[in-house]
Structure formats: structure tokens, C-alpha cells
């Protein structure tokens, strides 16, 4: 429990920093957000009024702490080009970018551990080379060419799925999710068969696993709890770290399969040049990076004990 | 060995630990060299102008005389990709050596000096780390502008923290050997330390690091440009003529095909150049 | 220290392990180098056999390849049978060696503090050992496995029994890694210098749990060291290794108080002993490489007594006395 709670303490000066990044990020710009907002033809009277209401006139560090203050209560500030709350405008497409990311997660977790493993087991046969090549390949392929050539092949000759997302229900949206959780979970695979197939090798090199085999147990009790169970710790930690990662190529991934979600949101705030749902979106990003970080710390802190129960006393 | 002598070596070296990185690695480096070659010789490659534009001929599938077919203001694909070729290895190239050269002075600084300096480095750099790159190229990218240098600029600071780290931890190690102090007390200055005992340890590394980061710069460059944010038409960019495919994918595979095999292709070069490499140094991942 | 032994071990009682001409080989360069040469040995029931040697002998090779425990694609038994319960586990497929694995034949090694699954408690690593080979219900295994940890003096057994391997110090995890080695009670506990990571003090208390259980279950044990002195405490046989070969083979008290080979002498020589005053004497020279075995008898370049025929020829392991207790691998001692 105590472990629990320093996890998330050490979070919140990440959090912070963050936060700060992209407030100084966004205040950088040069030009006016007004006469961007409003246009070159606006009055004056009208400008003043938009830079009055954004706080623009504020001395810096007042905009910086009605930022924070703001953050506290939830406030993310509104949008320069439809005027709605930008934290409502992220939260009503946040959930479809979730899903897409943790459908991804999960076909990139089913499909490279297991390679990764069988690389590591059947070390230097074809089989670990085939499977390096193939790994060497979901590198290699940025999220947005693979969504394309997937789109290419899948859905617009053989049409297979649709090219737009279409229909709702339960069955339609499972159909919409299958070519670009395929293209994120296939590169996303590519790391994990990597990291496993290095933690599983630095393993099965280890005495304990020696000690397991003079045991005479069953080869699947041995591999999944022996070798699996203590390879899987640098796997948890490269999961973590790639969560960032995932969302980044979710967004892209999103825009080629025009699904409803951040990717959308953030076209649109980059081509408006709505800075307050920019910022808006960013800082939903750092908050989710931040989290994912203490959920890696926390799932490493369950599966290794030494962590979780500390050295202590040896008795 | 002289610095001169040194250079000399330099190409038999790589050549050698490249062969015992395997043959992907000279694949990679192979390609690598033909995408080279294609971007320096465009001029002499490309069968046509590409940024001539021939509305007649807009979104024809590929012909014998446009080999990989026009897109929307008919220009020639095969001659975008080629003279694409160089903006990618442009901007691929400049902001690596600018995240290198920034990055190692950073991070050997901050090694050498030690104290709360460092610590405040290794703060913003681990913010820096966790955040994506392509978020962090974005909104650099964004805030700046759209233009050549400001995307360098941009790419350049996501490839940064990396380089850092990789040459703050061998500072560290050294800093404290005896030869420093010794250097230290004959009255040489920090700099001359730095640059002459600290630096060549990490060369080899900082090279290899150079190539596998490269192969991210030029995919965020094309994700960069896919969104918008790249170098502006009607310069040929490989994410520039992704995205153009992207609106016309209905009607013009070709134009969203060629251009993402263009990028695909660069990228697995230097992910196979430099992942030979790192296996050629590295003993660990070498195969017995 | 006493042994307690339910019979005097030796001739006459049937063996419990029988090796002939083992040879097992390692992939060095490309090419396969042999790491146990001709090894032959009998083991026989209730008896501990000392299998000494320096570092690189073949000691530990000898006792893995009994089990076949060796690394997989860079070794492999060049030749030789390993006859056990009937069966010649040199030839015998993977899945039935591991029904003789941890269950008529265990193994314990040297280093504890890396030799227990740190991500699994104490308890289920020996209840796993037990369910491995025996039909009984997790309960069962659990209760098995606390009357293990207490036959091997381990304190609050019960509560222990929840604890993970990196809260246990050197020495008790070498006693959890005892307790999991006999849970099923086997005929053979092969020991690969048990007791060479520990302190001085635990070694004697380690080793008072394995003469213990060795008493108590009639187990045979094949223990492996470097420490002569550990040998004197514990064998009722010792065999001697030199560069992959036995050298010489004798009863404990025999060995000591007449070493046969120029080798064993050596080594008898090398050590402190506190009944002695002279200085500790090194043996000159260094064990041959495994690519560089000399023709001739291995040990010659070092050897006070070498004749000519030494290096030309190699010597047979052939028996001293008439009773086949004592065997010596060297043309000098055996000629007389």
C-alpha cells in the first residue's frame, strides 16, 4: 500500500512539469491569437475584447496560475472556434481513441509475446529469424503508412471493411476496429517480441531456471512459470514506456481510418490554430502518460516481489 | 594513431564490423546507399519535373511514360519520390546531428559538472523522454510553423534526450579516473578534458545511436508532413504525397502506394544498418 | 564429526548408479572438445562418493550429464552409458528423464542466492517438486512441504513456507533448495559443491543436514568440490578428476592417509592443514586447456615422478589392490 501511494505522490512533479511545458509551449507563439481567431478584417474594439476574455493581457505569470488553477477544477478553458468547453469536447471523442488503443494493446501483447518467446526458445533456428525479420518490419513501418497499405489492401480492393467507419451497434463497431488495431497491435508487437525475446534469453540463462529443469517439472509449467513469470518484468516496463508511443500512433492511425477521436480533434486544432483546445489536448496527453507510468510502476511492484516486499531482513 | 590516420581507417573499420553484424546489415546499407544516391543525382534520375504540373494529365494510373502515375495537378509520382527523397534526408540528417551535437554537449556537461545542474538535466530530460515524439514534434512543429528548418528544429528536439543520456553516463564513469586528475592537475582546462579523454569513448556509440534515431526522424518527418505540418507544397515530400494520396485513395491507389513503400523502404534501411551495427558491437546480442 | 550410516557402504551392495566411459563434449570454436573423457564410476547405495578436482576438471559436467542438465545446443554425450534403476539415461528421451529429474535423482548447486524462482514463494516451489512426480492434492504437497523445511532445520516452517527466496539468507536457501531437492525421496541427491558459497560456519551446518537426511532416507550422494577438507568431513569414497579425467579412485581414509596419485599428493600438499607446519606447497605449472590435451598421461608436465613413457603414453585407470576399491590412472604407481 505504501508503495502504492509513493508511486503516485512521485507522479504528480512529472505531472507538473508537463503541464508547464506546454503552457510555456502554446505561449511561445509568435503573432497575435486574436487576429488569428477573429481575422485581419476584425475592429480593434472586437480584438481587444477576444485578448481581454482569453487573458492575453495578463502578465505571464498570472496566465500561469490561472492555468494551474484552472487545471485543478477540471477547467481546460474553451474553445477559440466553437466557444464549447474544450475538456467536454475531449471527453465526448476520448473514449473511441481508448478503445482503439486498448484493442491495439491487446493484439500487440497477444501477438509478440508469444513470438517473443518462441524466438528465445528456439533461439538461432529459422524460426528466430523469421521472426526478427518480421519485427524488424513492424519498426519500420510508421503507423500511418501501415494504416494505408492496410486500408489499400482490405478495404478498398478487396473490401473486406469499410473504408469509413459506418453503422453503430456492437457487431459495426468491431468491424470499424479490426484494420487499425491490426496496423497499431502488428507494430506495437514488433517491440514487445524484441524486449521478450532478449528477457527471455538473459533467463533461460539464469541458475534458477537450471534448478526448474532438474526438477523434472511438465516443459509448460517450466516455460510459463519459470522462465515467463520472471522475463516478463522488462516486458512490463517497455509496455509502460510504449503507451506514449501507441497514442501518438493512434492519432495518426485514427486520421487515416477517419474514426472519431483525438486524431480528428487535433487536425482540426492544428489547421484552425485553436490553441486553447491544442493545449486542452495536450495536457489530457501528459495526464495519460503520467498515469500509464504509475500504472507500469504499480503492475512491476505486483509481479516482482522483491519490489513489492522490499529486501528487508534476511533471515 | 593520428586523427589523420585515423579517418583513413575509418571506412575499413565499419566495413568490417558491419560484416559481423550479418548480411541485413549490409542490405540496409546497400539501400541506404541507393536512396543516396537517388536523392544527389535527382536531377540526372528523375524523368520529369516534379513540380511541373500538367492539369491534362492529372491522376493517371501508372504508363510507360509516368512510371508510377500523376497526382491531382499531374505531376510525375516516380520524379516526387526521387527529388522527396532529398527532403527527407535532409531534415532526417540535419536534425539528427543537431540533436547529436546538442545532446552529447548537454549530457557531458551536465555528467562533468554534477550537482543540482544535473539533477535539474535529468528532470527535463525524463519529461522529454516520456513523452511521445511524434506529440512532442507536433506541437513544436505547430507553435513554429510550417517550414524547412522550423521542422528540423522540431524533430530535432524529439531525437534530443536520448543523446543526452547516452553521453552523460560514460562522463560519469570517466570523471572519476584517475587520468582526469592527473589531467587536472598538469593545469589542462575542462574543456580540453572533455573533448580529448571523455569524447572518443562514446563516439561509437553516439554513431550508432545517430543511425537507429534516424530512422525515427524520418518517420516522424513523414508523419510530420502526413498532418500538415511539413515543408510546404509544391516541394515534393514523401508525407506531403501520402497525404495527397490519403484524399484521393478512392480513386488513386497509386498515389498514397508509392510514396509510403518510398518511406517504408528508408526506414528499414537504417533500422537494418543500424541494428547490425549495434549487434556487431554489442557481444550480448551476437549469436554463437 | 560422526556418520551415522544404516550400512557400511562398499563392496557387495548393489550399485545405485553405474557410469561406463562417459564422454561428454562442448562446442567450442566450432568444434566439439571433450570436457569428460572415459569417465567411469560406480555409486553405491548409502554411500557418499567425493568428486574432487580444480575448476575446469569436469567435475560439474560429469554430475550434469547423469541428468543431461547441459546446456542444450553447445554440448551434448559424445559416448558412454549412465546405467540407473535399469535404464541407461544416456539414451534415454527428455520426457522420461524427467520422470527420474527431482524424483529418483535430484541435484543441488552451488549458488543459492541464484538458484530459487524469485517470483515464487518458498513453498510452492517445493510443493511443485512433489506434484511434479506424486498424485496428491495442494494440501497435501503443502503439508509435505512444511515437514521438509523443518527436516531441514528451517525455523516457523509454516510461516516460511509464504516467504520468497530473496528473504531467506545464503544458507537457509541452500537448506530450501535440500528440502526440494529430497521431497520425493530419491535414490541419488547429485550435490554440485553445495557448501563452496557459504560461509564457514553455515557450510558445517549445511553439511550436517545432508548427512542427516543421507542417513535418515538411505540416499546415495555424489558430492562435488574443490575443498578437501569438506571431503574428509563427509565421504566414505573419494574419486579424483584431472583435465576431464578420474585419476584416481579410493576409500576416504585410504586417500588421506596414502595418496597413490602424484596429483591427489599434490593436492593433499596444497592445503593447510593444522596438523602440519611446513609451508603450503602450490602445485608448480596449470591444468592443460580442453583444445590442448596432451597424448600422453594429462598431468605429466607438472608430475615429480614423469618418465619418458608419460608423455607418449596414456595411462589406464586400472585397479591397485585386489579388492576393486582402489584404482590409480598413472604408469609410475600402478607398475608397482
Known sequence: MQYVIKRIILGVPTLLAMFTAIFLLVRVIPGDAATVVLGDQASTTALEALREKLGLNQPLWRQYADFLYNLLRGDLGVSLVSGRPVLGEI??????????????????????????????????TWLDHVGRMVSLLGLSLPAFVGGILLLLAFAIQLQWF?????????????????????????IMSAYVSRVTRTSMLEVLGQDYVRTARAKGIAPARFILRHCLANALLPVITVTGLYFGTLIGNAVLTEIVFNRPGMGRLILGALNTRDYTLLQGLMTVFAAFIVLANIVTDLLYGIVDPRVRIGTGRQV | MSTLQRLCHAPLAFGRLLSRGGTTGWIGFALLLAIIFMAVFARWI??????????????????????????????????????????????????????????????????YIGGRFDQLVMAVVDVMLSFPSLLLGLMVAAVMGASIENLIIAIA??????????????????KEKEFIEA????????????????????????????????????????????????????????????????????????????PSLAVFATVLALNLLGDALRDAIDPKQRRS | MTQETIAPPGQGLAPVLDIHNLRTELLIDGQWRAVVRNVSLTIHRNETLALVGESGSGKSMTALSVLKLLPTKISRIGAGQILFEGKDLASLSERDLRRIRGNRIAMIFQEPMTSLNPTMRVGEQISEAIRAHKNVSRADARLQAEQLLQQVGIPSARLRLEDYPHQFSGGMRQRVMIAMAIACRPALLLA??????????????VLAVLAKLKSTYGMSM??????????????????????????????????????????????????????????????????PALTDIPSGCAYAARCPLKQPCCEKDHPELLPIDGTNQRFVRCFVRSAK
Not at chain 1, 482503439?100 to 500487440?108: E, I, N, V, Y
Not at chain 1, 456492437?170 to 497491435?185: F, I, K
Not at chain 2, 500523376?70 to 540535419?94: E, H, K, N, Q
Open chain 1, 91 to 124: 471527453l465526448r471523442v476520448l473514449p473511441s481513441t481508448l478503445e482503439l488503443a486498448a484493442a491495439s494493446m491487446l493484439l500487440g501483447l497477444a501477438l509478440g509475446l508469444p513470438l517473443g518467446v518462441a524466438a528465445a526458445v528456439y533461439n538461432g
Open chain 1, 162 to 186: 469499410p473504408v469509413i467507419p459506418m453503422g453503430s451497434g456492437w457487431a459495426e463497431n468491431l468491424r470499424n476496429l479490426v484494420l487499425p488495431s491490426c496496423t497499431l497491435g502488428f
Open chain 2, 46 to 111: 528523375a524523368p520529369h519535373d516534379p513540380i511541373e504540373q500538367n492539369i491534362a494529365n492529372r491522376l493517371m494510373p501508372p504508363s510507360s511514360e509516368f512510371l508510377l502515375g500523376t497526382d491531382s495537378y499531374g505531376r510525375d509520382v516516380l520524379s516526387r519520390i526521387i527529388y522527396g527523397a532529398r527532403i527527407s534526408l535532409l531534415v532526417g540528417i540535419s536534425s539528427i546531428v543537431i540533436a547529436m551535437i546538442f545532446g552529447t554537449v548537454v549530457g557531458m556537461l551536465s555528467g
Open chain 2, 157 to 174: 528536439v524529439t531525437e534530443f534526450a536520448p543523446f543526452v543520456r547516452l553521453a552523460r553516463a560514460p562522463t560519469l564513469a570517466i
Open chain 2, 183 to 258: 589531467g587536472r592537475a598538469l593545469g589542462f582546462g575542462h574543456a580540453r578534458l572533455m573533448v580529448v579523454h571523455i569524447l572518443p569513448n562514446m563516439v561509437s556509440d553516439i554513431l550508432i545511436m545517430g543511425s537507429l534515431w534516424m530512422a525515427t526522424a524520418i518517420r516522424t518527418e513523414a508523419s510530420l508532413s502526413f498532418i500538415g505540418l511539413g515543408v510546404r507544397p509544391p516541394t515534393a515530400t514523401w508525407g506531403g504525397m501520402i497525404r495527397e494520396g490519403f484524399e484521393n485513395i478512392l480513386d488513386a491507389w497509386w498515389l498514397a502506394l508509392f
Open chain 3, 192 to 205: 554440485d559443491e553445495p557448501t563452496t558459497a557459504l560461509d564457514v560456519t553455515i557450510q558445517a551446518q
Open chain 3, 222 to 287: 555424489v558430492f562435488i568440490t574443490h575443498n578437501l577438507g569438506v571431503v574428509a568431513l563427509i565421504a566414505d569414497r573419494v574419486a579424483v578428476m584431472y583435465a576431464g579425467e578420474i585419476v584416481e579412485i579410493a576409500a576416504v581414509g585410504d586417500l588421506y592417509s596414502e595418496p597413490m596419485h602424484p596429483y591427489t599428493a599434490a593436492l593433499l600438499d596444497a592445503m593447510p592443514r593444522v596438523d602440519r607446519t611446513e609451508d603450503v606447497q602450490p602445485i608448480p605449472g596449470s591444468v
